[in-house]
């Protein structure tokens, strides 16, 4: 048995939370499934925070999200009497009526008693679970506790106020000792205070990601790089990278961006091109991953060529909408030369039409399209103008040999 909890709880602990960027969640998911399974209503709570979303659990684990399942194995982990179980069941709202009906004050007081114990002796996830007591003033209900057993309002709200503030204290415990979430709610205290009782206290709170990164979460080294990033400061990158190579998802555009253009670190696209394609499992920056891996399999720069695939990712982030028109020429040239895909000039021309900066090539092609008529009416003034923006480009420069322009200042095919 470990010292605070089962064996299997506290190596879930462990790989949830204490070294969350190990890879082991999946593992530590099964191993609570089996404990919860045969009786172990820690291992139930655990379970339930597992499958509540990404305010109680980091996405890093790519848990689902199932709030029925949750509810159902908190009330579990209550009914199997774990002491973690009733204390976070407080904390759900539509659970809060089933608790009282089914437990005593004197339960709720022995739950809060045998936690704080283990918070005492060292254990983090319990001295989090303390700092939450504190902090949305569960302390009250635990100890039946209300304004009619103070003299006065104002003495009532001194009690709520210096209990309250103890959550600051439990919460950096948690914090540098391995659960993340207490940085979440310390930044939370320190960003928005406790309404009328604590002020906030906002320079506290701007710490917060860049002490998270230094403690070795992956979640903060992707918030204090982006921190970084805004500030214009390259150092940003090489926490994406840490950040990323830990599991935390949301970085990989920016550790993919800093391989690809040698950002802080020696050019490298077939690692760019790994971290794109891990990016590709989240929601955030998704579209910039599915672009820049896009190009990357267009040209075969550190993958092999593959226009098809590069088209689907390229059109799947451009029909988004969110990035702007950063993959249109690529996407008209697959369709204008049938890369990948079959040829459409339609198509090709609505997309290269789009085409904002300058490119030799997207003028090239675009141009071609007009003077030939294809996918459109012919457009030989139009065209030759975008031929001749092409530059020095050999292709502009032989297409543009077969015109000259006639006496009364128009163009002609020769």
Not at 49 to 61: E, I, N, V
Not at 114 to 138: H, L, M, R, S
Request: hydrophobic residues 35%; aromatic residues 14%.
């Amino acid at each position: 048995m470990g010292a605070f909890f089962s064996d299997a709880v506290e190596q879930a602990l462990s790989d949830l939370y204490y070294q969350m960027g190990n890879g082991r969640g999946r593992d530590a998911f099964h191993l609570l499934e089996k404990a919860a399974g045969a009786g172990d209503g820690d291992a139930s709570c655990l379970l339930a925070r597992c499958l509540s979303g990404a305010q109680y659990m980091w996405d890093g684990h790519g848990f689902p999200e199932d709030e029925t399942e949750a509810e159902r194995l908190l009330l579990q982990g209550v009914r199997q009497k774990s002491a973690l179980a009733i204390l976070f069941c407080l904390r759900t709202g539509g659970l809060s009526s089933i608790l009282k009906q089914a437990l005593t004050t004197a339960d709720l007081q022995a739950a809060f008693d045998a936690i704080w114990k283990k918070a005492a002796a060292g254990e983090p996830f319990c001295q989090y679970t303390i700092g939450n007591v504190f902090f949305w003033q569960d302390f009250l209900l635990i100890q039946k506790t209300d304004r009619a057993d103070f003299p006065s309002q104002n003495a009532f709200r001194d009690f709520v106020r210096e209990n309250a503030a103890r959550c600051e204290n439990w919460f950096w415990k948690a914090f540098q000792n391995g659960v993340f979430l207490g940085g979440s709610n310390l930044e939370h205290y320190y960003q928005n205070g406790i309404r009328g009782l604590i002020a906030p206290q906002p320079k506290k709170a701007s710490a917060i990601n860049r002490l998270g990164a230094g403690y070795g979460y992956p979640n903060y080294q992707y918030l204090y790089a982006r921190d970084l990033l805004k500030s214009g400061k390259e150092e940003a990158f090489s926490w994406f990278r840490r950040a990323a190579d830990h599991g935390e998802k949301r970085a990989c555009f920016g550790a993919g961006y800093s391989c690809e253009l040698g950002k802080g670190v020696k050019k490298d696209a077939a690692r760019a091109a790994r971290y794109y394609r891990q990016g590709l499992e989240t929601r955030e920056n998704r579209e910039n991953c599915c672009n820049r891996l896009g190009a990357l399999c267009f040209y075969g720069n550190g993958v092999p060529r593959d226009y098809e695939q590069a088209y689907r990712l390229l059109k799947w982030a451009d029909d988004q909408k969110t990035t702007g028109n950063w993959g249109v020429y690529f996407l008209g040239a697959c369709r204008a030369l049938g890369l990948g895909v079959p040829k459409d000039y339609s198509a090709a021309r609505a997309y290269l039409e789009r085409v904002t900066w300058y490119s030799p090539n997207a003028f090239y092609l675009l141009g071609l399209l007009y003077v030939r008529g294809l996918g459109g009416p012919e457009d030989l003034e139009a065209g030759i103008r975008l031929l001749q923006k092409a530059g020095d480009l050999p292709e502009a420069r032989e297409e543009l040999s077969h015109y000259r322009k006639n006496r009364f200042g128009g163009w002609n095919r020769r």
